[in-house]
Nanobody, 130 residues
Framework: QLEESGGGLVQTGGSLRLSCTSSTYTKFDLNYHTMAWFRQAPGKEREAVSCFSSSGLTTNYVDSVKGRFTISRDDAENTVYLEMNSLKPEDTAVYYC??????????????????????WGQGTQVTVSS
């Protein structure tokens, strides 16, 4: 139900902007969902990266990306973005967009639990070369 785009190959220190929107065939309003970005590196479990609450009042980031990544939402475009700067090789992963109709606030650690997110995209590959 969600579609990600914007992944690619970038050098260390570079930037990428990921986009997430509802799929063409199953339109739903992202504004009514708490949105999150997850990532899965090769050989590792999928982990939460960032969260944007449905109200737009709270965001949250895991420590490893704080100060480098920014999550935002464009209501008119029905799109959530993840701006990634100062990229490092350890950021290499498949990045997934997820939506929760029930999570609400991004405060705390609940957004890190995949079980709270009902809708998922197929993922977009981000590769950071050293």
């Amino acid at each position: 139900q969600l579609e990600e785009s914007g992944g690619g190959l970038v050098q260390t220190g570079g930037s990428l902007r990921l986009s997430c929107t509802s799929s063409t065939y199953t339109k739903f309003d992202l504004n009514y969902h708490t949105m999150a970005w997850f990532r899965q590196a090769p050989g590792k479990e999928r982990e939460a990266v960032s969260c944007f609450s449905s109200s737009g009042l709270t965001t949250n980031y895991v420590d490893s990306v704080k100060g480098r990544f920014t999550i935002s939402r464009d209501d008119a475009e029905n799109t959530v973005y993840l701006e990634m700067n100062s990229l490092k090789p350890e950021d290499t992963a498949v990045y997934y967009c997820a939506a929760s109709p029930v999570l609400g606030s991004c405060s705390g650690v609940k957004f890190r639990d995949e079980r709270h997110h009902e809708y998922w995209g197929q993922g977009t590959q981000v590769t950071v070369s050293s």
